[in-house]
């Protein structure tokens, strides 16, 4: 089974805090998770290792993460802006130093703020 | 700090002739590259990879790459364009010798081949 997200799709407003999940390929040890919007493109939230977070983008503290000791990741964004509408992709990988592979995206969670 | 440019928004081509889709980046060090597509509505679906060696990459759905680097360069091609190779592509880079899964994407071209 590949990368698996949800939800797919969820509407929210202004105020209010979204939790999305990402379950990655077994074996992955690595999530990342990227933002795509038409005017910024994809831009890179943060990334989890073993359950801590080991690099992050250049988002507010509004966006958060976590990782689980199954390697299964949360992100969560409090405060909704319409900014925030966007598509949040999920990325796994085995990652572990001088991993050169790709990674692994899954099929994204749409997330409407209105 | 790394990037990546891709310079055109949308590539046109007719099927059946060759597709150019272009990219450069800038990147401290030597490069991990890699092209990825997305197609309506789906997540990143990844084609092809450049880490060492040979400068011409093949991957998935009879795609290519060439690394350039004096050029900063690694653009996609495909001699021999299906309709169904419409997409959005995007490139990527990471730097070298680093643990950091981070990509960082350029703003991608959208490929429209036309029957």
């Known amino acids: 089974a590949g990368v698996t997200q949800s939800p797919t799709h969820l509407i929210k407003t202004r105020g209010q805090q979204v939790t999305l999940s990402c379950s990655p390929i077994s074996g992955h040890r690595s999530v990342s998770w990227y933002q795509q919007t038409p005017g910024q493109g994809l831009q890179f939230l943060f990334e989890y290792f073993s359950e801590t977070q080991r690099n992050k983008g250049n988002f507010p503290g509004r966006f958060s993460g976590r990782q689980f000791s199954n390697s299964r990741s949360e992100m969560n964004v409090s405060t909704l802006e319409l900014g925030d509408s966007a598509l949040y992709l999920c990325?796994?990988?085995?990652?572990?130093?001088?991993?050169?592979?790709?990674?692994?995206f899954g099929e994204g969670s749409r997330l409407t703020v209105l | 700090a790394q990037s990546v440019a891709q310079p055109e928004d949308q590539v046109n081509v007719a099927e059946g002739n060759p597709l150019t889709v272009k990219c450069t980046y800038s990147?401290?060090?030597?490069?991990?590259l890699f092209w990825y597509v997305q197609y309506p509505n789906r997540g990143l679906q990844f084609l092809l990879k450049?880490?060492?060696?040979?400068?011409l990459v093949k991957g998935s759905y009879g795609f290519e790459a060439e690394f350039n680097k004096s050029q900063t360069s690694f653009h996609l091609k495909k001699p021999s364009a299906l309709v169904s190779d419409s997409a959005l592509y995007f490139c990527a880079v990471r730097p070298m010798n680093t643990g950091f899964q981070k990509l960082v994407f350029g703003t991608g071209t959208r490929l429209l081949v036309s029957p």
């Open positions: 990147v401290s060090g030597n490069p991990y």
């Open positions: 450049y880490i060492t060696g040979d400068n």
């Open positions: 990325a796994s990988s085995y990652a572990s130093g001088g991993y050169t592979g790709e990674l692994f």
